[in-house]
């Protein structure tokens, strides 16, 4: 059933906008590019096994579901779980001149092969799973990371070796399921659960939080500042930052730190001084270790892994 839509995809633009892959009888994935003047129109045939994750490359791609006529716009800056369990369906997709994207499918049975065990043959975790979204909407919008940022520009040009392509392709799939799987509650979700922070308010609160240390990594404001900030204080800031995003204000930052220092590195070829810079890092010796301590090896040895 993916085969044929890749196949349909194919016949619909120039053999140089188009790339496939099919690492497993049950995963594609498809990374389009239009080249031309005119926008294109195209649909890949849906069918209510599948589930596709959806990613903006350049410019701004719209996405409907035929069925339902649910409309979304995918950008670089986030991308989509997009799935309709209940009926087949059409997923339109309409690409805007210089706009790009990349997708990958897979079936329900592909999703049990990949978790083993403890995902397929456990009934109760593929209801968690497929309840994860609640079906409130058929497109489900995550913010696109760093991380996740890397591991699809690396899906169709981190590898040269054509008899190692597909198990590499599928390596990549299942990186980015073990980081979409093991994400932080979003700030929604936590409102309805969250037993310290009651209020949608205080909710907010630590998303500005989070946004501001984003928005200042290279400057970021100290603790009370930040809580001064946001209009809270530093105790509720801690604790409520931590329930949400897993994490410590300032680990967090780190975290994210280190993994635009990837995507610097690996997505852009920035050079190692200017992406300390770009990072917060004035001094990169002192990039270079926060690195290593974080990856396990230095900038330098990270690129020279994967030439």
Do not use: W
């Not at 210089?98 to 209801?127: D, N, P, Q």
């Not at 922070?197 to 200042?216: G, H, S, T, Y």
């Amino acid at each position: 059933m993916i085969t044929r839509g890749l196949n349909l995809l194919k016949k619909s633009l120039p053999a140089e906008d188009i790339k496939t892959a099919m690492p497993t009888a049950e995963l594609g994935a498809y990374q389009l590019q239009n080249s031309g003047k005119d926008t294109r129109k195209l649909e890949f045939a849906h069918e209510r096994m599948l589930i596709h994750f959806l990613f903006g490359l350049q410019g701004e791609v719209a996405l409907a579901a035929k069925d339902k006529g649910e409309e979304v716009e995918l950008t670089p800056n986030r991308y989509y779980m997009f799935s309709n369990p209940f009926v087949d369906d059409r997923l339109a997709i309409t690409l805007p001149p210089g706009a790009g994207m990349l997708s990958f499918v897979m079936s329900i049975k592909e999703l049990h092969s990949i978790f083993g065990s403890s995902f397929g043959g456990e009934e109760s975790a593929v209801k968690e799973f497929m309840e994860s979204y609640k079906m409130r909407k058929f497109f489900t919008e995550r913010e696109m990371t760093p991380s996740i940022s890397v591991i699809i520009h690396q899906f169709f040009n981190g590898i040269n070796r054509p008899d190692m392509q597909k198990i590499y392709q599928q390596g990549k799939v299942m990186e980015f399921l073990s980081l979409y799987m093991d994400r932080p509650q979003s700030v929604e979700e936590t409102k309805e659960h969250c037993p310290f922070v009651m209020d949608a308010l205080e909710m907010d609160k630590i998303k500005e939080a989070r946004d501001i240390i984003i928005e200042n990594m290279i400057d970021p404001p100290s603790l009370k500042s930040l809580a001064r900030m946001v209009g809270t204080n530093e105790f509720k800031l801690k604790v409520g930052f931590r329930y949400v995003y897993g994490n410590s204000v300032y680990g967090y930052l780190f975290d994210y730190r280190m993994e635009e220092a990837k995507k610097l590195l690996v997505v852009e070829n920035s050079r190692i001084n200017e992406v300390a810079a770009k990072v917060g890092y004035s001094n990169p010796s002192h990039f270079i270790a926060a690195y290593k301590r974080k990856y396990g090896i230095t900038p330098k040895q990270h690129l020279k892994s994967l030439t």
